[in-house]
Each structure stands twice: as structure tokens, then as C-alpha cells.
């Protein structure tokens, strides 16, 4: 596998997007829609299909979905207060923080978010409550210190993202099977995403002493991490498609190995063509989408 050749972008400057977009972009808002969606589609089409909505948007369950945001949000805000030196290297276009929203303030916002998240969620049940205390703490840790050791901050959000699949789980306490299979398919592929962003930001974090996967071993051997976490997503959505069809499951099959297991394939093999930085960013926009199509196919699992 060849190592990368990162080239600066050529392209023209475009003017500043207004205040509005700029803290939409601070929060990750499509982002947070992505994760309110996830948790509806939990909650309805794996753990009460057959309930009306009315059972399923409950004010509990709203009040879940409001915690879990804003702990989200606060974890992108404390990422970006951490991040504004290596964030003006590698994404100038993005930098909000120190620009338009002052640091001190994101600070506050931060905190603001966070201490809502934990306790409207503590409020709720006292795991609920340690859940999301946890993941409050552990974005700090990612932000701080994590995010700069090799592996340990692609496991800590993809751990997160795990943790918001079963939050619904863990507010009704089922015990619903499929649940935990995509919460392991949502870690999965979220520590693939993350090692693909660590190449893709190798110029800026290298000059800040990060230490991440890519510096500490190379693009070639990282690429064969990602390889291996994409190998044990691949085998995983196998195993789940070889039940869908003994069960007679034939849209859910269909879609996930149209939009899933298909497009893994086609990971695997732009990864080993990858070399340049354009080339790593297309690959996470490209986890994105099959993390959403994943997302989606819930629709068909109730």
C-alpha cells in the first residue's frame, strides 16, 4: 500500500458563512439529527414495533433524546476548544471556536450542555444517569488527552456511538437482540471512520505532537487496521444477512447488503488505492453514508 501524497488545496476562498451556520457547524448539527433519528428509530422499529406512536414518543423518551443531544453538542464544542490550532491547519474552513464564538463562552456552553445532559438523564434513572455522566467524561478525556494516543481515541467514540444505539434499550430494558448487533456494527465501523480521519489529518496533528495511529506506525500498516475493523463489519452484517434469509427477511437482506456489504467492498478497495488526503476524506464521508444507510435500515428490522 502506498504511502499518501497530501497536496494543499488550490481551491478559491469562499466567504464566511453567517453566525447561524457557523454555531450549526460548532455543534455538528446534521450530525445531532443523524443521532436524534437513530434513537427514534431504536425506540420504534427495534424495541416497539408494533406500538402506537403515541407510546413511542413518550416525554421520558424525549427527555432521553434532549440528554443525549446535549451532551453530543458539548462534546463537539470541548473538541473544537482543544483543537483550534490543529482545526486551523487541517480544516480553516470549519474553525469556529476563537473566531466567531469566544473561547471562554464555548467553555460555558460546554459545561452548560454537559450538565444538563447528565442530569435531565439522572432524572430519569440512575443508569441512564451514570451512561451519559460517563460519556460526558470520557468526550472530556477524548478531547484533553485521547484523541492523541494511537487507537485509544478511535475506540473512545466509537464506544460513544455504541453507548447512544442502546440508550433506549437501556431506558426500557427489553432486552431486544438486534439492539446490541447494531450498536456492534455502529463500533464497528465508527473506529474505521476515525482511524480514516486520523490519516486524513495527519499534517495538522503530526505539527502538535499528536500521536496518533498513522504517526506512530505509518499510513501503509494503518491502512491495515482499517482493513481488519472493515474485515470484522463485513463478517458481522454476513452473519446477520445468512438469518435474514433463513427467516424469510428479504427487504432487510436486500438492503443491507446493497447499502451496507456492497459498499464495504467498496471501502476496502478505495482504501488500498488511497494515497492522497482528498482520497481519506471521500473514504469518511463515504462511512458516513453507510452509517446512515445502516441507520435507515432499521425501518425494515421491525
Request: charged share 15%.
Amino acid at each position: 500500500m502506498a504511502a499518501p501524497r497530501f497536496t494543499r488545496s488550490n481551491q478559491p476562498a469562499t466567504a464566511d458563512p453567517g453566525p447561524w451556520r457557523q454555531l450549526a457547524l460548532l455543534v455538528r448539527l446534521p450530525n445531532l439529527l443523524i443521532m436524534a433519528l437513530c434513537l427514534l428509530l431504536v425506540r420504534k422499529a427495534l424495541l416497539l414495533p408494533r406500538a402506537p406512536w403515541a407510546e413511542v414518543l413518550t416525554p421520558s423518551f424525549a427527555l432521553l433524546a434532549l440528554a443525549a443531544l446535549s451532551i453530543a453538542a458539548a462534546g463537539y464544542i470541548i473538541n473544537d476548544y482543544y483543537d483550534v490550532k490543529i482545526d486551523a491547519i487541517n480544516r480553516p474552513d470549519r474553525l469556529v471556536v476563537g473566531k466567531v464564538v469566544n473561547r471562554r463562552h464555548a467553555m460555558v456552553g460546554h459545561l452548560l450542555l454537559s450538565g444538563l445532559g447528565v442530569l435531565v438523564s439522572g432524572a430519569l434513572s440512575p443508569l441512564l444517569g451514570l451512561v451519559n455522566l460517563g460519556s460526558a467524561l470520557l468526550l472530556w478525556g477524548y478531547s484533553v488527552r485521547f484523541k492523541r494516543v494511537a487507537l485509544v481515541g478511535n475506540v473512545s467514540i466509537a464506544m460513544l456511538t455504541a453507548a447512544l444505539v442502546l440508550l433506549p434499550e437501556l431506558q426500557l430494558r427489553i432486552g431486544t437482540k438486534p439492539v446490541w448487533l447494531y450498536a456492534l456494527a455502529a463500533f464497528l465501523l465508527t473506529v474505521v471512520r476515525e482511524i480514516v480521519k486520523d490519516i486524513e489529518d495527519m499534517r495538522g496533528d503530526a505539527e502538535h505532537d499528536c500521536r496518533t495511529l498513522p504517526i506512530v506506525v505509518g499510513v501503509p500498516k494503518t491502512k491495515w487496521v482499517v482493513a481488519f475493523f472493515l474485515a470484522c463489519l463485513a463478517v458481522l452484517v454476513l452473519g446477520v444477512e445468512k438469518v435474514l434469509l433463513e427467516t424469510g427477511q428479504w427487504g432487510l437482506g436486500l438492503w443491507l447488503f446493497a447499502l451496507v456489504l456492497l459498499p464495504l467492498g467498496w471501502l476496502a478497495i478505495q482504501l488500498r488505492r488511497a494515497d492522497r488526503r482528498q482520497h481519506f476524506a471521500q473514504l469518511s464521508t463515504a462511512c458516513k453514508v453507510v452509517m446512515l444507510a445502516g441507520v435507515l435500515s432499521m425501518l425494515l428490522a421491525g
